[in-house]
């Protein structure tokens, strides 16, 4: 995307590769406004636009186009920067969901898709390609060609928080989004995969919101930890839980490659 003349943050409609949002998509500017909005959007085009324009939480707000116009990497330092929260990414319909923490300052905040342009989606994405449900091993821009197939990915907090630590509050007003997410495809879903603890606790409490039976005690996360959530029409879907694919986890070896496609077989 070198050289394309889109300022940092990019403003929606103006032709960046997958924007799902125009210059009419409604903002979020608090949290009642996120609650409102997500329980209306009618499908995931209109989930994914009004995410990726969400300014409901300041301090993210801040940080995340702070990044994108003073913050960039030196390797960075001449493309444009998504700096907008990153929407969902994947099949529309899919039979597996991908929960995440939240994108990296200079990963999804820098090219606008989930796990795309960072060392952790180097990872993902290739066990996304071992498994079946990647059309290529990379994902290193909006507009590269990549395609998921039966699969979406989302993540529990939109936007890039700084040291990767959303707090308390920026979780619960990011909550309602993924609320969404899991109603509008849970009928076709078999399984959700959460990368980490905290994606994990977010599937759960979103569960519990939508009124879906968690066992009990709360299932505790672990590396191949499985718990078995049944939705209000009595539809069963299996969590599945994977140590996140950051570099902490994958240069010191908490998480390999055979670990990654463990876990991806059994969804």
């Known amino acids: 995307m070198t050289g394309q003349p889109f300022p940092s943050p990019v403003p929606p409609g103006t032709g960046w ?3 799902p949002a125009d210059a009419d998509t409604p903002v979020a500017r608090t949290s009642a406004q996120v609650r409102r909005y997500a329980a209306a959007a009618t499908g995931i085009p209109v989930l994914d636009a009004e995410i990726s324009v969400c300014r409901a939480c300041p301090r993210l707000v801040a940080w995340r186009e702070s990044v994108a116009t003073q913050g960039r990497r030196a390797s960075f330092a001449d493309q444009p920067y998504w700096g907008r929260p990153g929407p969902g ?3 529309p319909t899919p039979a597996v969901l991908i929960v995440g923490l939240a994108p990296a300052a200079n990963g999804t905040n820098r090219t606008g898709r989930m796990f795309t342009g960072d060392r952790s ?6 066990a996304l390609h071992r498994a079946g449900y990647a059309s290529r091993p990379t994902s290193v821009a909006a507009g590269d060609g990549q395609v998921l197939t039966g699969l979406r990915i989302v993540a529990a907090v939109r936007c890039a928080p700084p040291a990767n630590k959303p707090t308390t509050e920026e979780k619960a007003t990011c909550a309602p ?3 969404r997410d899991l109603t509008i495809v849970a009928p076709g879903l078999r399984s959700i995969l959460a990368l980490g603890s905290i994606a994990w606790d977010a599937t759960i409490g979103a569960a519990r919101r939508l009124g879906w039976v968690v066992p009990q005690p709360k299932p ?5 930890a499985e718990a078995l959530l049944t939705t209000a029409s009595g539809h069963g879907i ?9 570099q902490q986890n994958t240069f010191t070896g908490k998480l390999t490659g055979a670990m990654l496609d463990e876990v991806m077989a059994r969804l």
Do not use: I, Q
């Open 17 to 19: 590769p997958g924007d």
């Open 89 to 91: 990414f994947g099949d």
């Open 121 to 126: 989606g180097d990872w993902l994405y290739a």
């Open 177 to 179: 989004w993924l609320d």
């Open 220 to 224: 505790r996360f672990g590396h191949g």
């Open 238 to 246: 299996r969590l599945v839980g994977s140590y996140h694919v950051s």
